[in-house]
């Protein structure tokens, strides 16, 4: 068994040898071709291999690929948790053994502490469950099941839009609401993996929304939406656009109640704005919330939304 850097003249062979697992959450996308999914891969990988904070390892045995981990820093969340947090995506064989895959995850952990990282963030497709099974031998923990769903809209289909009522008023979001956003927001994402990492307090992991949400007011979001009565802001949706060659993917990002109005249907008013909103810019729309939010689930799909891939997200401390 050999553990080897990527190099860049290897992009096309790992691409070609994993495309199956690369497109495996788009499989189902009526919109966007596969192999734009692959091409963006690949650019991934070749802007990862040009920064000194990153990596990408393949594993070999008789000069046979059979696993590849990319070891990505994420400036966001080490920003926030005040830890050197990277984000771990693996690519691996069906016929890996455990033995060698067991020493490749170590030899990962190895190079990671090198590089100084104080944690792994990595998801798992639930369909590689004896890979999750492994990985929770080696002291990862489970720290949330995502489930990403996606609607596609047909071109020149009508959207249901619910924003008639006169009592409660569907508008942009302004900077002048972000106090309102960040109360809304507190509480309102607790089966997220941040919220259930021992090592991560329940004030920081609030701190990673409250910031969230103010960048989204600030850029990282194409816009948000919120519902009004009387001037109180209620909930809030926020929406991103993200460009893939000369296609374009809609993102329901972030969306929460106040806790005194929830049950109410604003939630489903909000996501019936959104969706009016970005099926003037594209015709396919993705979504994901943790498996324990079953009413966020039954809501997604009453509006059309249909489950297309589910995730299991790990942590791994290397500095605890």
């Not at 070999?60 to 984000?87: G, H, P, R, Y």
């Not at 999750?132 to 080696?138: G, V």
């Not at 047909?154 to 009592?167: A, G």
């Not at 990002?253 to 008013?269: F, M, N, P, T």
């Amino acid at each position: 068994m050999e553990v080897e850097v990527l190099r860049r003249e290897d992009v096309h062979k790992v691409t070609k040898a994993f495309q199956r697992d690369i497109i495996s959450k788009y499989r189902y996308d009526k919109y966007i071709p596969k192999e734009y999914f692959v091409r963006l891969f690949s650019e991934k990988i070749r802007s990862i291999l040009s920064t000194g904070k990153s990596i990408a390892l393949k594993l070999l045995k008789n000069t046979n690929l059979l696993a590849i981990a990319i070891l990505e820093w994420s400036q966001w969340d080490s920003k926030i948790l005040n830890s050197n947090v990277a984000k771990l995506q693996l690519l691996v064989d069906s016929y890996l053994a455990k033995y060698d895959f067991t020493r490749f995850l170590k030899h990962i952990h190895n190079i990671a502490i090198d590089f100084g990282f104080d944690v792994i963030f990595s998801r798992v497709a639930l369909s590689n469950i004896k890979i999750i099974q492994w990985m929770l031998e080696e002291n990862y923990f489970l720290a949330d099941i995502l489930i990403t769903l996606n609607k596609f809209i047909q071109k020149n289909t009508e959207v249901k839009d619910c924003t008639e009522n006169k009592e409660i008023c569907i508008d942009n979001a302004s900077l002048k609401d972000e106090p309102h956003l960040i109360e809304i927001t507190r509480g309102a994402y607790v089966f997220s993996h941040y919220y259930t990492d021992p090592h991560i307090s329940f004030e920081l992991a609030e701190k990673v929304y409250e910031e969230w949400i103010r960048n989204s007011l600030r850029g990282y979001a194409d816009f948000i939406i919120v519902a009004r009565h009387k001037g109180t802001v209620l909930g809030y949706v926020t929406c991103k656009l993200k460009k893939i060659y000369d296609k374009t993917l809609g993102i329901i990002d972030l969306i929460a109640v106040r806790k005194d109005q929830r049950g109410k249907g604003i939630g489903s008013r909000l996501i019936d704005a959104a969706l009016v909103r970005l099926a003037n810019k594209t015709q396919t729309i993705y979504v994901a919330t943790q498996a324990q939010n079953i009413s966020a689930l039954r809501l997604y799909e009453k509006k059309g939304f249909r489950i297309i891939s589910s995730e299991a997200t790990l942590h791994k401390w290397l500095s605890k």
